[in-house]
């Protein structure tokens, strides 16, 4: 039986994968440097802001990260309010249905202040256990440190994590978790080392879970 569950956020809970790519183009275009769709996907997906902004520009200084990241998040908070970010199939309706049924916990490595509006947004701020963010880690996803510290958090020792990017699924897997991944980012085929793929999270339950990893 499945002890806690553990979701990502961007790209599982709500599609907002394009409104940070636009964003860390905004801040890295006036330095000479953009990162293309396919090259985000292939690359950068799983990474936090630092650690996105140390593989697009590796010379950059500790002071210069942190202004970086600091523009990108205001950045974000700008197209989120322009363009607005809507839930993924399935996954609102999931979140209720596990909530207060079984530990729940967000890690992701977006920023705090991305996540929480959204989730307010989407009714479902007091959903969950915890929130681990790029705010309470020192190195991103595919580390298994992220999924580390939810577990620690959640005080758990084994669970299920749902994912969308093979950096996730590495990210889980090294912490000891389940993975029950989700085609929104890329195909089934790079998606093999999760437990189990699926197309949507629609329909899903805490029973179908269990039955499927």
């Not at 950068?44 to 990260?65: C, K, N, Q, S, V």
């Not at 890690?107 to 009714?123: F, M, T, V, Y």
């Amino acid at each position: 039986m499945i002890k806690a569950i553990i979701f990502d956020f961007d790209g599982i809970i709500v599609d907002s994968e394009r409104l940070h790519w636009a964003a860390f183009n905004k801040v890295l275009g006036p330095l000479g440097k953009t990162i293309s769709w396919p090259d985000y996907v292939q690359t950068y997906i799983g990474f936090d802001d630092r650690d996105t902004f140390r593989h697009a520009l590796p010379m950059l200084e500790r002071a210069e990260l942190a202004e970086l990241i600091e523009k990108k998040a205001a950045a974000f908070q700008e197209l989120l309010e322009s363009d607005g970010a809507a839930a993924l199939p399935g996954a609102v309706e999931l979140i209720k249905h596990l909530s207060g049924n079984i530990p729940l916990a967000i890690c992701s490595g977006a920023l705090r202040e991305d996540i929480l509006p959204i989730l307010g947004k989407l009714g479902i701020s007091d959903a969950f256990n915890e929130i681990v963010t790029a705010d309470d880690t020192h190195i991103s996803k595919p580390d298994p440190a992220p999924y580390k510290l939810a577990m620690q958090k959640l005080g758990v020792t084994s669970g299920l994590a749902i994912e969308d990017t093979p950096a996730g699924i590495a990210s889980a897997k090294g912490a000891g978790l389940k993975v029950l991944s989700v085609t929104n980012s890329y195909s089934a085929e790079l998606l093999t080392q999760a437990d189990a793929v699926v197309a949507s999270l629609e329909g899903l339950t805490l029973q179908k879970l269990n039955e499927m990893v």
